[in-house]
């Protein structure tokens, strides 16, 4: 039995800006609360993370960890990125998220999870008791981190050169796999102390 969580938010920025943001999927990282420990690992990127490029979730759903694998299929500039589970847990698992410009700065943002449980009616039963309620709450709370982040102080991270992006994730490691945005806001305030220094 298919299970589908869908959850909508306006956010104040341009919708070029919300999607550039969606459109890395290592950000999705970023959106989920510590206690759901969720990393995203490109594996293989495909024109600038359009519809071929894969990408592993890696999550500690209440103690349980999950792990699967995707594949972005579809990619539309501005208006819709989805991905489906090419290998994992679920008997199957799609991801859609929707952009929709209502004003320049005005961006409506729908995501949409549809996934069906292993284990047949026991894994119905779970999902029912734990699951579902964990996946709704998470996706909640993301899409108003997501908000915060694109309202809040304007560092929305922006498409960059291979090499720069693996110098990035350099940098996370050592820090011990802190969000992106961090990674950046200290790259950046680094920066800042040198230009200072320099004048």
């Not at 999705?28 to 495909?46: C, L, N, W």
């Not at 993370?49 to 990408?55: C, H, R, Y």
Request: proline content about 4%; overall charge positive; some cysteine.
């Amino acid at each position: 039995m298919m299970t589908i969580v869908s959850k909508t938010i306006d956010i104040k920025a341009k919708v070029s800006n919300v999607f550039t943001y969606f459109a890395r999927p290592e950000h999705i990282s970023d959106q989920f609360e510590e206690r759901v420990g969720m990393t995203v690992v490109p594996m293989d990127i495909k024109a600038g993370m359009g519809v071929g490029t894969t990408f592993r979730v890696i999550g500690d759903f209440d103690g349980k960890r999950l792990e699967w694998d995707c594949e972005t299929t579809e990619y539309i500039p501005e208006q819709k990125i989805a991905a489906k589970m090419i290998k994992g847990p679920f008997k199957k698992w799609n991801i859609a998220v929707e952009f929709k410009a209502l004003e320049e700065n005005l961006t409506k943002l729908t995501m949409t999870v549809n996934y069906e449980m292993p284990l047949g009616l026991l894994g119905g039963i779970l999902n029912k008791i734990k699951f579902a309620k964990t996946a709704e709450k998470g996706m909640e709370t993301a899409l108003y981190k997501v908000r915060g982040l694109l309202e809040g102080n304007g560092s929305i991270p922006v498409y960059i050169t291979l090499d720069a992006y693996r110098k990035l994730l350099e940098e996370k490691e050592k820090m011990n796999n802190v969000p992106v945005s961090t990674v950046l806001t200290r790259i950046l305030e680094k920066y800042s102390q040198i230009e200072t220094v320099k004048n």
